[in-house]
């Protein structure tokens, strides 16, 4: 009797599971068409040195994370030095400071399950702390004797240039990223601040006194922006942080200045990689800057156009054409220098000049054809609710609060920007792919295999680029 009423059960899931047409394309999939996301307070507080602190209180669970972003970082690097911001990121983190010196650091922060992580970007650092709340005021302290007072060895020196070597020796392993990194120096010029990359022998330059000077010049209340979140009372903890943030000296604030960006047009260059049935394919131009006005309309176009799965990009060069097996791109603006706009693709050595025809063909439909207010609406419903994923925890939202005010960006830019993306409509997408998109100034860069790769004359002759 069992045995039957478990298959009653069982036919009963099996044909309500099975029943009706079957599952629907995404394209029929019904969704709210606006989905709150969740707001949070931040506290702020100023020091005198120029530290500045933003709070956000999450009793949830009994964990504490510091976000520590300081300014400066691989634009402030000496020409023939590149990868200092590396070796100093690295000996900060290998050197510990005099209680806490390398491998006891390593120690005393294991024994209580805490992760510290030190990581350099184009102008900024970025220092990471998580621990339980209990063992919060036994780690700071020493965190914080890490960052004013660190240790720089020259056993720590050349063992952080080791690591860099070695990931120099791996980098050019995968044809993506070699295309994007390659094409983004392509743009901004290789010799340029914005293309210049570590090479053996600028580590080998690399110096205790480069160091020092680097970490003095950025290491100072004025460059520091500390964000916590966790399991702590707002009023409790800001004279801790107040205590231990006060070892720093208010310094000089660096200032975000950079040279302006003159861009190739029109240039078409290969990186020769022998023996591969596949080619990456990097097509594009300068992009633009983050305060431009029609900064929302651009990203409504750039999900028109590569927005996943139902971008134009995607449903007609992989979906409808199957000539690439990936295929996406960006309008980037930058706060304080131009982004780069770029497709790309990786495609069979036999597919990439219809590839990059294709590509060609929807950059000027787009530009000369415009879109529709439907595709306007989809993309904007697209944005909207993929803040519920991207700004779902407290943790994220002080990370975007962090990158705004590391830009000298007002506090209410991210509500600022909602609100115009809500109000986009077809006509200023039209108008911003008209003004934005150069189409007969692309520039494109192949990384494949030249000898398997001539029907590329049809487009012009392709120059060769050498990688350092």
């Known amino acids: ?68 972003e300081v300014k400066g970082g691989r634009f402030l690097v000496p020409k023939g030095k590149e990868g ?60 914080i004797d890490v960052l004013s007072s660190p240790i720089f060895t020259r056993d720590k020196l050349e063992l952080a240039k080791q690591r860099l070597k070695t990931i120099i020796s791996r980098r050019n392993d995968r044809q993506d990223e070699v295309g994007i990194r390659e094409f983004k120096r392509l743009i901004y010029g290789r010799d340029s601040i914005y293309g210049r ?26 460059n520091l922006l500390v964000g916590v979140v966790g399991d702590f009372n707002t009023r409790e903890i800001e004279p801790v942080l107040k205590k231990w943030f006060s070892v720093f000296n208010k310094g000089e604030e660096i200032r975000f200045k950079f040279p302006k960006v003159t861009s190739p047009q029109g240039k ?17 131009h300068l992009g633009d800057y983050r305060l431009n006005p029609d900064f929302a309309a651009l990203q409504v176009m750039n999900l028109i156009l590569s927005g996943g799965f ?46 990059i025809v294709a590509v060609k063909k929807q950059l000027k439909d787009l530009k000369y054809n415009g879109c529709t207010e439907k595709e306007v609406e989809d993309a904007k419903d697209q944005f909207l609710n993929s803040l519920v994923f991207r700004y ?60 398997k790769l001539d029907e590329l004359n049809k487009i012009g002759k392709f120059d060769n680029w050498h990688l350092d």
């Open 84 to 143: 200092l911001e590396y070796i100093l990121a690295q000996m900060l983190r290998l050197g510990g400071c005099d209680k806490y010196p390398g491998d006891r650091l390593d120690l005393f922060l294991e024994d209580r399950a805490a992760e510290f992580s030190i990581d350099f970007d184009f102008i900024n650092g970025s220092i990471e702390v998580d621990t339980l709340k209990n063992d919060f005021t036994t780690i700071m302290p020493v965190i």
């Open 197 to 222: 990359i570590p090479t053996y022998e600028s580590v080998d330059n690399i110096t205790l006194k480069d160091v020092g000077w680097l970490y003095k010049r950025i290491f100072v209340g004025s």
């Open 1 to 68: 009797m069992k045995r039957i009423l478990v298959m009653i059960v069982l036919c009963t899931v099996i044909g309500c599971g099975f029943s009706g047409a079957g599952p629907k394309k995404y394209t029929e999939l019904e969704f709210k068409k606006q989905i709150p996301w969740p707001r949070y307070k931040i506290s702020t507080t100023y020091m005198e040195n120029g530290v500045r602190f933003f709070l956000i209180e999450d009793h949830e669970l009994p964990l504490i994370k510091v976000d520590i």
């Open 268 to 284: 078409r260059y290969i990186i020769d990689t022998q023996d591969t049935n596949q080619a990456f394919v990097v097509l594009g």
């Open 310 to 355: 139902s971008g134009r990009l995607f449903e007609n060069i992989r979906t409808q054409m199957g000539l690439a097996y990936s295929v996406f791109g960006n309008f980037g603006c930058k706060r304080f220098y131009p982004g780069v706009f770029f497709v790309a693709l990786k495609t069979k050595n036999q597919s990439v000049y219809q590839a």
């Open 392 to 451: 779902d925890s407290p943790k994220k939202v002080l990370e975007r609060r962090l990158y705004y005010e590391l830009r000298d960006m007002p506090d209410d830019s991210f509500d600022k920007l909602i609100n115009e993306i809500r109000n986009i409509h077809a006509k200023d997408v039209d108008r911003v792919a008209k003004k934005y998109l150069n189409v007969q100034g692309l520039d494109i860069l192949v990384v494949g295999d030249k000898s």
